[in-house]
């Protein structure tokens, strides 16, 4: 099992901007990817961005140029660091974990981005 804890997340003003940080604990393995997903209130659950342990990334276009994933792979840590937030960015973020043989995620943090 791997058990995930998210921090950050909030209300910020269009333009604004957002660190998420995730942090993994339990059956870690050396190769892994981590990374964000994201549930806007009756849509389905998209892909934001993820990081392989090896240093490969795959964003959504939505969030391109504007977010950025990183971890730490000697803590098991990452982080998005999200820019010119729009409305749109309004969603439910939650951090994933995968290894062979499970996919685990976080309990999903808020992130409202309003005027």
């Known amino acids: 099992q791997v058990q995930l804890v998210e921090s950050g997340g909030g209300l910020v003003h269009p333009g604004g901007s957002l660190r998420l940080s995730c942090a993994a604990s339990?059956?870690?393995?050396?190769?892994?990817?981590m990374g964000w997903y994201r549930q806007a209130p009756g849509k389905q659950r998209e892909l934001v961005a993820v990081?392989?342990?090896?240093?490969?990334?795959n964003y959504a276009d939505s969030v391109k140029g504007r977010f950025t994933i990183s971890r730490d792979n000697a803590r098991n840590t990452a982080t998005l660091q999200m820019n010119s937030l729009k409305p749109d960015d309004t969603a439910i973020y939650y951090c994933?974990?995968?290894?062979?043989?499970?996919?685990?995620w976080g309990q999903g943090t808020q992130v409202t981005v309003s005027s």
């Open positions: 994933t974990y995968q290894r062979p043989g499970g996919h685990y």
């Open positions: 339990g059956s870690i393995f050396s190769s892994s990817v």
């Open positions: 990081l392989t342990s090896g240093g490969s990334t």
